[in-house]
């Protein structure tokens, strides 16, 4: 009982509750805004959350990120434009009834959702993510080895079209991660005589580049895309008719939000897919869906909401990011000077409870400003590009140049801009590459660590069942598409009448 | 001589023949496989330990397992588009269109400011991009861009510089807001 009075006791402090409402009010925004991302804003906030103290720090965060994933559904509503990835799915429905003169009602519909697909899977969260590392405490590295390459092999469906691109991206990820001075034998690698790379690369920049400056050139290409708004909005919060249509569908999606942000890698956009297309599937009224359903609002909202509080239980139960926001927070974490997963648990319990708390009270404070301030959160898309994004600029360049007083981070962060903006071109996510890039030094040093333990004989992994168990679903993974085609083409061949 | 009747019936409703190998993809399996290559010539640059002291797992071992499988992956990438093609997806459209300059001023632009970090400090950079970004995106509200060009640097500088401690580049003017 100590840890949860002492957790709740850090969040309840007037000073983290003031960061966690600014977390909020930023995450709505950034939600709100068409390009900019919850990723993207967690990722420009960690310079500044260094300087604070590790539980204040991972609260903003872990309340931008739930604020963020809703704010996305406001534009997604009034404009149709998801101002985030996982709110698409609610602009096919939300759009529509906003059109007909409804948008209060589907505003109210996304923002009581999103709250209580959130606290359902907080309540998960709370329960599941002490209950998971007590089972990682058991872990080796071996152990840690496999599982980190499942969760890599993961990256194959993280969202976007290409799994391959994704795996490219993940490895890559894993690579850039070498770079620096080898562990065991202190022999540089890919310094390129640069002595800022000797500790590796650092991840502020990285993560700011890929994210921030590879969208303000994608931007640039941009400049003159105008949305057609809708612009009387009176918010009302769902009726009990309303509740009872959506009822099932709310507690459906929550739980498939909360299983998919579990999952290592899967994140609040794939969650919201699955809901919108299972709050079809299970509808009386399939042939509303696309012309404002409410179930089409319900479904993606509490899926995504749920998978923040899902996410959180690998990141800090086992060390393994459940999504892109999620592996910046994991950064956080790691420059906080803890090592996540289940030592974390052990040592500082209060921490889960702090964060539980924070996410709690952050899906509180966004039901109130989502709904008193929806209007006002459509507005800030008026904010002209032309000087919104190099105003994104600024936040980048200083923030890269804030975490280690260094220029050469600038330099770091540019070019992983250009890059991002190439990657994103050719369909590879930088999500995909900011996860392997996070993991790269747990894969190296479990494995290094295993073939170590083993004496160079790979074989003796197969001696855990765990590692079996986990490289027999990393192959299912992969490979499942190739399974289901030659399945579907022997099922066919056999039922096609002779 | 062939029936194009009969030739036209065998082929599925609406799906255009794609080739065996897309050619942007077959480009980028070229650059990806050209940068693998160097990183792993840069590999044999690794300095070289003792068996023993690298306790059988030698510098270079992990970054090679890396860009083998990096390799192994990108040779799958020339014919992904029939996989996609089945699943009813493509990347073509998204590459159809070149790059748009803008990117590349931007770019540019950006790059300079970068450049010019140490020569005008950070504070004076920032208020650079300030007043050059929008004008290049095509801002011409001059009292709003001067504005906006000493306000937001004033407040970063104020955030960053005078209440987290951040140490700004003077650069050659000295401006320092500490």
Excluded at chain 1, 127 to 144: H, V
Excluded at chain 1, 335 to 361: D, K, S, V
Excluded at chain 1, 399 to 405: E, I, K, L, P, R
Excluded at chain 1, 461 to 466: G, T, V, Y
Aim: aromatic fraction near 10%.
């Amino acid at each position: 009982m100590e840890p949860v009075i002492q957790g709740l006791t850090l969040i309840l402090d007037p000073f983290n509750i003031g960061l966690i409402f600014a977390g909020v009010v930023i995450g709505v925004a950034v939600g709100a805004l068409p390009g900019l991302s919850s990723p993207m804003a967690v990722a420009l906030l960690l310079p500044f959350t260094i300087t604070l103290d590790p539980v204040p720090a991972i609260c903003m965060m872990a309340a931008l990120y739930c604020a963020g994933t809703f704010g996305g559904s406001i534009t997604a509503i009034l404009i149709n434009a998801p101002g985030a990835p996982p709110a698409a799915a609610t602009a096919l429905d939300g759009y529509p009834m906003a059109k007909r003169g409804e948008a209060g009602r589907a505003l109210g519909l996304a923002a009581v959702s999103s709250v209580m697909g959130g606290i359902f899977s907080l309540v998960v969260f709370l329960f599941a993510a002490p209950l998971l590392a007590d089972i990682a405490l058991e872990f080796r590295p071996p152990e840690y080895f496999a599982l980190t390459v499942f969760a890599l092999s993961m990256l194959a469906s993280i969202s976007g079209k290409s799994s391959l691109r994704n795996l490219i991206a993940g490895a890559f990820g894993v690579l850039l991660g070498t770079a620096g001075i080898h562990l065991t034998t202190g022999v540089e690698r890919f310094t390129f005589g640069f002595y800022e790379l000797t500790e590796g690369i650092s991840f502020v920049p990285v993560l700011i580049g890929l994210f921030a400056l590879g969208e303000l050139l994608g931007q640039s290409q941009a400049l003159n895309v105008t949305y057609e708004r809708i612009t009387s909005v009176v918010v009302k919060l769902p009726s009990m008719a309303d509740f009872r249509k959506v009822g099932m569908t709310i507690l459906r999606s929550s739980g498939i939000g909360t299983f998919i942000g579990i999952l290592p890698a899967e994140g609040a956009t794939v969650a919201a897919i699955m809901g919108y297309n299972e709050a079809k599937r299970w509808s009386k009224n399939k042939e509303e869906f696309g012309h404002g359903a409410l179930e089409g609002i319900a479904g993606p909202e509490a899926a995504n909401n749920a998978a923040t509080g899902g996410a959180m239980v690998p990141t800090l139960a086992l060390g393994i990011p459940g999504s892109g926001t999620t592996a910046i927070i994991l950064a956080a974490l790691i420059m906080h000077g803890f090592r996540p997963g289940p030592y974390l648990m052990q040592e500082t319990p209060h921490f889960l409870y702090a964060i539980f708390g924070a996410m709690l009270m952050a899906n509180f404070m966004f039901l109130g400003i989502g709904l008193a301030g929806a209007k006002l959160f459509s507005r800030i898309t008026l904010i002209p590009r032309q000087f919104l994004w190099p105003s994104v600029f600024v936040f980048s360049m200083v923030g890269a140049y804030s975490f280690a007083s260094s220029i050469f981070d600038i330099w770091v962060m540019f070019i992983a801009g250009v890059l991002g903006f190439l990657m994103k071109r050719h369909g590879f996510g930088p999500a995909p590459l900011v996860m392997g890039l996070i993991l790269g030094k747990l894969v190296e040093e479990s494995l290094s660590q295993s073939m170590i333990m083993f004496d160079n004989n790979w074989f003796q992994f197969f001696d855990s069942p765990i590692v079996v168990f986990f490289f027999v679903v990393t192959l299912l993974g992969l490979f499942w598409p190739v399974v289901r085609m030659v399945f579907n083409k022997l099922f066919n061949r056999q039922t096609e009448p002779s | 001589m062939n029936n194009p009747e009969k030739t036209e019936s065998k082929a599925p409703v609406g799906e255009a023949k794609l080739p065996l190998i897309d050619r942007t993809d077959l480009g980028l399996t070229v650059v990806i496989l050209t940068i693998s290559g160097i990183l792993y010539w840069l590999t044999m640059d690794f300095e070289k330990v003792a068996d023993l002291f690298a306790q059988d797992v030698p510098p270079e071992f992990f970054p090679r397992l890396l860009i083998w499988t990096i390799v192994i992956l990108t040779l799958g990438l020339p014919f992904e588009h029939l996989l996609l093609k089945r699943r009813g997806q493509s990347l073509t459209k998204e590459r159809a269109d070149r790059i748009e300059p803008m990117a590349y001023f931007t770019a540019a632009l950006l790059f300079a400011v970068v450049a010019s970090i140490l020569l005008l400090g950070t504070s004076l950079s920032m208020v650079a991009v300030c007043m050059a970004l929008p004008l290049l995106w095509g801002e011409r509200r001059l009292k709003a861009i001067l504005l906006f060009a000493i306000i937001l640097p004033l407040l970063v500088t104020l955030l960053f510089s005078v209440v987290l401690g951040v140490h700004f580049e003077p650069g050659i003017f000295n401006v320092n807001m500490r």
